[in-house]
């Protein structure tokens, strides 16, 4: 992307990426080299040509071990799920495929070990290219970390890393691994700013858990900084400034104090319930992927898990995780969140989710995998998995309070059929003398437009419903939520969805249950009023989220969100919806 001139002086420039990781950095850069792979081709003497494979396999077998002392340094900062990032690296490692190219094209054309891997790393790539699926095109940068980490060895070269940083610096660079971006927290590094990278890298979700500020997806950075220029990183908007005048350096280092002094504040509010101004109260709960985050979810004062997310056990890996794989997460999920509740949701693979091992056909891209074998939908197909994992929830009941929850429901003969494995499971158990909560909730996700249009019969069945609004504006607007030709499009307060979530949440109370809300919509500011007035009981929302969502229905009042939401409703025009949120938030309360 070009940098957009902003008229502050000829050696400042604007660049604008997508926001990785919230927070402001400021500093000098540190820019790491790139480490091109298009290296030379020499001809390997007949009697070298032995050496020259085990050249190759000793480059390997360094690389594994520089990589399992990383793994080290993440289970220590960051816990299993995050080490198991690295095992995706290691799988790349040992792909015989690519082995097996480099040491073929070394023994036939006898040609040197840095070029046969730089060939067959680029096959790779290619092939990687070409998938339909954005899963699988993100890998090739996982490929190409690993070909450049292999190919540093066999050069024996060292070339400048985030470890060797001497003083407080923003990193540029054209890519990070997770290994350079773990080393960030015990350096000097103030936060990061890349040539390329989407928010679902793994390098975004590190820096993100590592609070770090972060840009990534910003084309040709590198191109565009030399060593020791000062550089602003935004992570809440996605712009670098590089050089910025002094002026505007002031302006950012006030809204950095403004935004801690912010966070410091609403952190005082950790104690206090998630409760309206005339004593509406509320639950204000957490999203959650893994166990790693229950330190954050606790710290922020959450009343308790409204959605694990538990795909995120298979994935980067390379067989089912067993029952004891998820009984462990699930127990230590559950023992912690007490007194509160953890609703562990089942299985939602598939869509953009993909495991790195094959069942039935999701690994294979499937035309329109938002439409395709997703969720409760493969659950039902392979029972097993599905039995597997409900086994463990269940047992996982027994050592704190559980919900379990099914996503992708889409009508009333779906549930039953989910509930139906549920209660088989239960029979087994009881037959095997296992112990797990008999009076365990069990529900459901609205976020497939069937599913909210027969809610009413849903919510006979469930014993309570979260409005995944994540996918339901996905699938009503035919929006696809990745594609970012369409983002303007995607509208979580467009009338349509307004009036499911209206219609869900009253089904849910007309049949005496309750109804909240895990999707992104959740965690928006400007729709808890409407969320509020329409009589949400629940707000899930990722756990940095939770202390500026209990702020906004702390200065609200339940009576006049009632008002607003029976206004907007009688008319919800985008128009009409601003104009009275401008309303509710100039009043004084
Ligand atoms: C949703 O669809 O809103 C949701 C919470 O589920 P996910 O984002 O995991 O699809
Ligand atoms: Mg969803």
């Known amino acids: 992307m070009n940098p957009v001139k ?103 054309n006898r040609v040197n070990a840095e070029f046969a891997l730089s060939e067959a790393v680029a096959g790779a790539v290619k092939a990687l290219e070409s998938a339909s699926d954005e899963y699988f095109r993100e890998r090739r940068h996982d ?72 840009v990534v997806g910003l084309h040709e950075i590198t191109r565009n900084v030399r060593p020791g220029d000062l550089i602003i990183v935004d992570g809440y908007t996605g712009t670098v400034i590089v050089n910025p005048l002094p002026d505007v350096v002031e302006n950012y280092r006030r809204e950095r104090e403004v935004r801690l002094a912010e966070r410091r504040d609403l952190e005082r509010l950790r104690d206090q319930p998630a409760q309206t101004q005339d004593a509406h109260r509320l639950v204000l709960a957490a999203n959650i992927d893994s166990p790693d985050e229950m330190k954050s979810v606790l710290s922020h004062g959450a009343d308790g898990v409204g959605l694990y997310r538990t795909e995120y056990l298979y994935l980067n890996r390379s067989s089912l995780p067993t029952e004891e794989d998820h009984y462990a997460h699930y127990a230590k999920v559950a023992q912690s969140m007490l007194p509160h509740s953890v609703i562990i949701r089942t299985l939602d693979i598939g869509g953009d989710k993909l ?40 047992r996982a009941s027994a050592m704190g309070k559980v919900k379990i929850m ?43 437009p069937s599913a909210a249009l027969v809610v009413d019969f849903l919510a006979q069945e469930a014993d309570f419903m979260s409005i995944g609004t994540n996918d339901l504006i996905q699938y009503t607007l035919a929006v696809d939520r990745i594609n970012e030709e369409v983002a303007h499009l995607y509208e979580p307060l467009h009338a349509s969805i307004l009036r499911l979530i209206a219609q869900t949440i009253k089904a849910g109370h007309d049949a005496g249950k309750w109804v909240g809300m895990c999707g992104e919509m959740a965690g928006d500011p400007e729709a808890t009023p409407i969320l509020i007035g329409l009589g949400l009981d629940e707000f899930s929302v990722s756990p940095a989220l939770i202390p500026k969502v209990k702020k906004t229905i702390r200065d609200l009042r339940f009576s006049e969100c009632q008002a607003l939401a029976q206004e907007i409703m009688k008319n919800p025009t985008r128009e009409t919806i601003s104009k009275t949120l401008r309303q509710i938030k100039n009043r004084a309360f």
């Open 355 to 394: 495991m790195d091992f094959g069942i039935g056909g999701i690994t294979k891209s499937e035309p329109n995998p938002f439409l395709g074998l997703r969720g409760v939908r493969l659950c039902l197909k392979y029972p097993d998995i599905f039995r597997t994992q409900i086994r463990a929830i269940l």
């Open 143 to 214: 490929v190409l970390d690993v070909g450049r980490k292999i190919l540093l060895h066999l050069l024996g070269h060292r070339p400048q890393t985030v470890e060797d940083l001497k003083e407080p610096s923003v990193v540029v660079a054209h890519n990070l691994t997770p290994s350079d971006t773990i080393h960030m927290r015990t350096n000097y590094a103030e936060g990061f700013a890349t040539d390329i990278g989407g928010k679902t890298s793994h390098t975004a979700i590190l820096a993100n858990s590592l609070e770090i500020p972060a």
């Open 6 to 108: 902003q008229g502050l002086s000829t050696s400042t420039r604007v660049f604008k990426g997508i926001s990785a990781s919230p927070g402001i950095a400021i500093g000098k850069a540190f820019v790491l080299e790139d480490v091109d792979l298009a290296v030379g081709r020499w001809q390997v003497p007949p009697e070298a040509v032995k050496a020259e494979v085990a050249r190759f396999r000793l480059a390997v077998a360094d690389t594994r071990r520089e990589m399992l002392a990383t793994q080290q340094k993440i289970l220590k900062l960051l816990g299993k799920s995050h080490a198991r990032l690295i095992e995706a690296y290691l799988l790349i490692l040992d792909d015989p495929l690519i082995s097996k190219d480099v040491v073929r094209n070394i023994m036939q």
């Open 406 to 448: 099914f996503p992708m429901i889409s009508g009333v003969e779906e549930f039953c059929a989910a509930r139906q494995v549920l209660r088989d499971v239960m029979s087994d158990l009881r037959r095997e003398g296992v112990p797990f909560d008999e009076k365990l909730e069990v529900g459901l996700m609205i976020e497939v």
